[in-house]
T-cell receptor
Framework: DGGITQSPKYLFRKEGQNVTLSCEQNLNHDAMYWYRQDPGQGLRLIYYSQIVNDFQKGDIAEGYSVSREKKESFPLTVTSAQKNPTAFYLC?????????????FGSGTRLTVV | KQEVTQIPAALSVPEGENLVLNCSFTDSAIYNLQWFRQDPGKGLTSLLLIQSSQREQTSGRLNASLDKSSGRSTLYIAASQPGDSATYLCAADGTGGGADGLTFGKGTHLIIQP
């Protein structure tokens, strides 16, 4: 079945470490997105990519980095510059610009700083 | 900048009741309006997608309406069941069909009492 796979489901980070969250899709979607979810704040857009080798900052990109070397993959790195990384991270995809088929989401990665 | 508001923030009703969840958005130039369901600790499941040219969409016991001119959408749940208990999120897709990501409301936390 087609879908989005996020891994790991749970991730623990020590102070000063960089960690990378994986997002893979087999939907043949062009566009991919990373969102952060905090209690009481809803989902906020971190980065998005509309095509391979291109990506744009969302509303809260500081302390995060991404790459889009393959259409299927859009990994998110949480760097040591992100001061409050504990949150639930969701990856999403959409077919392409201008086509109203909506967005598909993965099952999320919960990141905790220890 | 688009803002999405959902009312009420929380709702608890007995099983069997019909109920309405409300969503409002500030910029009426949306492309799509999408409703999601989120169970605790899980990702988002798409329920209904309403394109900007449409007025409503139905799936089983769910009906979503869209009034772009007033900046409102409603999700109607008929004959509620305990399994409907979850957080319901409304999200507006950007203007002009651009794949720039969704803007989310903070959600309505719904509890259906058996």
């Amino acid at each position: 079945d087609g879908g989005i796979t996020q891994s790991p489901k749970y991730l623990f980070r020590k102070e000063g470490q960089n960690v990378t969250l994986s997002c893979e899709q087999n939907l043949n979607h062009d566009a991919m997105y990373w969102y952060r979810q905090d209690p009481g704040q809803g989902l906020r857009l971190i980065y998005y990519s509309q095509i391979v080798n291109d990506f744009q900052k969302g509303d809260i990109a500081e302390g995060y980095s991404v790459s889009r070397e393959k259409k299927e993959s859009f990994p998110l790195t949480v760097t040591s510059a992100q001061k409050n990384p504990t949150a639930f991270y969701l990856c999403a995809s959409s077919i392409r610009t201008g086509v109203p088929f909506g967005y598909t989401f993965g099952s999320g990665t919960r990141l905790t700083v220890v | 900048k688009q803002e999405v508001t959902q009312i009420p923030a929380a709702l608890s009703v007995p099983e069997g009741e019909n109920l309405v969840l409300n969503c409002s958005f500030t910029d009426s130039a949306i492309y799509n309006l999408q409703w999601f369901r989120q169970d605790p600790g899980k990702g988002l499941t798409s329920l209904l997608l309403i394109q900007s040219s449409q007025r409503e969409q139905t799936s089983g016991r769910l009906n979503a309406s869209l009034d772009k001119s007033s900046g409102r959408s409603t999700l109607y749940i008929a004959a509620s069941q305990p399994g409907d208990s979850a957080t319901y999120l409304c999200a507006a897709d950007g203007t002009g069909g651009g794949a720039d990501g969704l803007t989310f409301g903070k959600g309505t936390h719904l509890i259906i009492q058996p």
